[in-house]
C-alpha cells in the first residue's frame, strides 16, 4: 500500500504512520516528528534515523558583502550546499530497506520535506556544472526552469516504484498548503487564496498512493480527538469522506475490507 497521511502540525500524521506493519523503517526528514509520535504507539520492531537538512548559514544571515569595482554591494547568495549529498544518503538508505525483506513498511516522515530536498539536489547539480565551467558563483541560476521539473519527478516517481517492485509499504506523511486560483480585476490578474488546501510536496503524490488521508485534532465532548478523512481513494470509491477517530493501520485495513464485502 502507497499511503500518503497529510495535515498541519501535530495532528496524528506520524502516530498514524507508526502504526503500520512492522518491522518499520522510519525516515525522519523534519527532525523532531518522530520524537513527538513515539511515545503515543509501541515502538517495537521500529528503526528511525534522522536526517537534518544541511544549515544553509549564507541564507539564514540573508545578505551576503563582497567588493565590486571599490564599491561594498549586498546580495543574496545563490548557492546550494549540502542537499546532493543528503538526497543521496536518502536514496541509498531507502534502496537499502525496500531490499532488506524483513522490513514491511518505509515511512517518509515528511514528502514535503522530501520534494523540497530533491528539486534542491537538482539545482546544486546544475549549479556545480556552472561553477565548474568557470561561471562566477554571483551568476549562477537560483531555481529551477519550468522545463528542468521533469529530473526530479522523475526521482520522486522511482522512490514509489521501487516500493511497488518489492512490495513494501510506503506511507509518505505531508503537509498542506492553501490552493490558490485567479480572477480578472481593475488592476488586472490576480491570486486569491479559494479557502481550500491541498497536500503539500511533489505535484504527483495523490496519483501515485493509493489512498490519501486528512488528519486533523479535534475537540470533542470528551476532549481532543484525533480524527482521520480519507480524501482519495483508490481502494474503493465508497471510502472517500469517511472519517474515523484514531485510525491505526488495523482499523484501515478494516475499513477497506468492510467497503468491498470481505469479512
Given at each position: 500500500m502507497i499511503c500518503v497521511f497529510w495535515g498541519k502540525e501535530k495532528s496524528g500524521k506520524t502516530t498514524c504512520a507508526l502504526t503500520f506493519p512492522r518491522p518499520l523503517f522510519h525516515m525522519d526528514l523534519d527532525v523532531g516528528g518522530f520524537a513527538r509520535a513515539s511515545w503515543r504507539v509501541d515502538l517495537k520492531d521500529v528503526v528511525t534515523k534522522?536526517?537534518?537538512t544541511p544549515v544553509q548559514i549564507e541564507k539564514m544571515l540573508g545578505q551576503q558583502r563582497e567588493e565590486e569595482a571599490g564599491k561594498i554591494t549586498l546580495r543574496m547568495p545563490k548557492k546550494v550546499i549540502g542537499m546532493k549529498e543528503l538526497w543521496t544518503q536518502i536514496v541509498v538508505d531507502y534502496v537499502?530497506?525496500?531490499?532488506?525483506?524483513?522490513?514491511k513498511t518505509i515511512v517518509i516522515d515528511s514528502?514535503?520535506?522530501l520534494w523540497s530536498i530533491c528539486h534542491k539536489a537538482y539545482l546544486q547539480e546544475l549549479q556545480e556544472k556552472q561553477l565548474l565551467q568557470g561561471e562566477k558563483e554571483a551568476h549562477i541560476r537560483a531555481q529551477l526552469l519550468s522545463i528542468e521539473y521533469g529530473e526530479p519527478n522523475d526521482r520522486m516517481k522511482s522512490l514509489v516504484f521501487t516500493a511497488r517492485t518489492y512490495n513494501k509499504n510506503l506511507v509518505l506523511t505531508h503537509y498542506p498548503k492553501d490552493?490558490?486560483?485567479q480572477r480578472p480585476?481593475?488592476?488586472?490578474?490576480e491570486d486569491y487564496r479559494t479557502g481550500?488546501?491541498?497536500?503539500?510536496g511533489f505535484k504527483q503524490t495523490k496519483?501515485?498512493?493509493d489512498i490519501c488521508i486528512y488528519t486533523d485534532q479535534r475537540k470533542t465532548s470528551d476532549g481532543y480527538k484525533m480524527m482521520a478523512k480519507i480524501t482519495l481513494s483508490g481502494l474503493g470509491i465508497t471510502l472517500i469522506d469517511q472519517e474515523f477517530q484514531d485510525l491505526t493501520y488495523d482499523k484501515?485495513?478494516?475499513i477497506i475490507k468492510m467497503s468491498r464485502g470481505e469479512k
Open positions: 534522522p536526517y537534518a537499502k530497506a525496500c531490499q532488506d525483506q524483513n522490513i514528502g514535503t520535506q490552493v490558490y486560483a480585476t481593475e488592476h488586472g490578474i481550500e488546501i491541498d497536500i503539500d496519483a501515485l498512493s484501515l485495513i478494516q
